[in-house]
């Protein structure tokens, strides 16, 4: 048993079940999640017993690091090796106001968006709820969070290889950790979902979170949109959207945020923007531009700054709150599409669309 699967519910049923007092998971929480202690022997407070019991019956295996690059911006990537075929990657921004730390949810991606290299590697596997959080604790580890007790990553964004939407029990398990007090603490406000637009796993988070949604939306008609994100074609804008409302009503009000990769003589015409801000008008939205990140064998080329800036103004005066997504460590290949792994894609990608499961 890895100790890393359990979120808070399930490691009070584990103790229980071993005829232990529930508050034992709260005990080896703080050991893991707030002093970084891994090792069972440390944790002082628990018998001698229960030690060499836990010790003797459960394992905290994490991601191995298989390397390490910092971007001369000061961000930070780390390779890491989740099984013998494949490998993932994750990503710290640091900004003056705020540290971000973006997480994979699977090895590979199924949804082969057009314009991303995760995609072009294929889909592996979902990753477990052990893989995901221990990016989270690794992250904490290598920045110096448990040595300083000092908060450097305070928010997370499921932005990285993958679509945690389709790896649904496992991604809520790990944000249930990533929001407990006694897990890593994060207010549901700073952790953010990001999904091409899985409608059913969108209904059904709606259902059990409050976090921040993020729907890579990249085109405003179905035409442009299911060249651009194929899973589109499964689930249109206008059920998409629907689902959207459904989930920002869920939560108060809080507005869903539209990222649009702006791509050169594709969707990023002064009538794209039109119809863009056309789309989202009256709706809780605010728009993400993220400038498009190229990488080896791309038919795509970035717009032009200009462009950029006639495109964000268009939705400005109509409204809509927009802001352009700063390109972060592209010179270490962390920039948004940019990460790759080392994935070995199981099947061809027809064949390897999983589909979201229920609420966990
Ligand atoms: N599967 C999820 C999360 C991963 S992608 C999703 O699609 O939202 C995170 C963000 O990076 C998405 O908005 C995605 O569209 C964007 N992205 C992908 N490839 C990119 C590229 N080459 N340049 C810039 N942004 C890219």
């Given amino acids: 048993m890895n100790l890393f699967d359990l979120d808070q519910a399930a490691m009070r049923d584990y103790f229980t079940g071993m ?12 050991w893991v999640y707030h002093q970084g202690v891994t090792d069972f022997e440390a944790m002082t407070d628990l018998s001698k017993s229960l030690r060499d019991h836990l010790a003797g019956n459960t394992d905290s295996p994490l991601p191995s690091i298989i390397s390490e690059k910092t971007s001369t911006d000061g961000t930070r990537k780390w390779l ?25 949810s699977q ?12 995609g072009k590697q294929g889909y ?25 007790r000092k908060r450097i990553i305070s928010n997370i964004v499921l932005m990285g290889m993958g679509e945690p939407l389709l790896n649904f029990d496992n ?27 899985i409608v059913p796993g969108i209904i059904k988070l709606s259902e059990c979170s409050r976090i921040s949604l993020a ?22 804008i206008r059920k998409l959207l629907s689902a ?40 809780p939205a605010k728009v993400n531009l ?26 400005v005066q109509s409204g809509i709150i927009t802001i352009t997504r700063k390109t972060r460590g592209d010179d270490i290949n962390a920039a948004c599409g940019q990460l790759v792994g080392r994935v070995k894609a199981r099947a061809a990608r027809s064949q390897t669309r999983p589909m979201a499961n229920g609420c966990a």
């Fill in 124 to 148: 592996s596997r979902n990753l477990s709820v052990a893989e995901i959080i221990g990016q989270v604790w690794l992250a904490n580890k290598q920045l110096g969070h448990f040595a300083s």
């Fill in 80 to 104: 890491l090796q989740v099984d013998d075929d494949n490998a993932i990657e994750t990503v710290f921004i640091p900004e003056t106001s705020r540290g971000t730390l973006c997480i994979s």
């Fill in 171 to 197: 991604v809520v398990k790990a944000v249930e950790l990533i929001t407990d007090d006694l897990g890593f603490g994060l207010a549901n406000k700073r952790v953010t979902l990001s999904t091409a637009g």
């Fill in 244 to 283: 959207c409302r459904r989930y920002s009503e869920a939560t108060g009000g809080e507005p869903i945020t539209f990222e649009y990769v702006l791509l050169k003589g594709v969707n990023d015409s002064l009538a794209d923007a039109r119809e863009l801000a056309r789309l989202l008008k009256g709706f």
């Fill in 290 to 315: 993220i400038i498009f990140n190229p990488f080896p064998g791309t038919e795509y080329s970035r717009s032009s700054m200009e462009t950029t800036d006639l495109f964000r103004d268009i939705l």
């Fill in 19 to 30: 005829e232990e007092k529930p508050f034992r998971a709260t005990q080896v929480m703080k």
């Fill in 107 to 118: 090895a590979g991606c199924a949804l082969n968006c057009t314009f991303c290299s995760t």
């Fill in 215 to 236: 729907v890579s939306l990249h085109a405003a008609n179905d035409a442009l949109r299911d060249e651009l994100v194929p899973i589109n074609r499964t689930y249109p």
